[in-house]
């Protein structure tokens, strides 16, 4: 099973697009290209893929709050 992780905000910059083979302990440390990304609202969307033939997505909205 492969996972795909993308987050973005609200004008289609996106924060995170990774390929992964498990999401066990995967977590974002809110930043992009090393600096906090910025407070706002922001979008997800979490895929996995079975042997090519099978995609689910799971596609949701988080709130960032930086200092």
Known sequence: ME????????YGKI???SGLQTLDGYSWNGK???ESAPSGD???IISTKVKE??????????SVRNR
Do not use: A, M, N, P
């Not at 996972?3 to 609200?10: A, E, G, L, T």
């Not at 033939?53 to 988080?62: A, P, S």
């Open 3 to 10: 996972w795909s992780v993308k987050i973005f905000d609200r």
């Open 42 to 44: 922001d979008w997800y």
């Open 53 to 62: 033939l099978v995609e689910t997505k799971y596609i949701g909205h988080i």
């Open 15 to 17: 924060f995170v697009d």
């Open 32 to 34: 992009y290209k090393g």
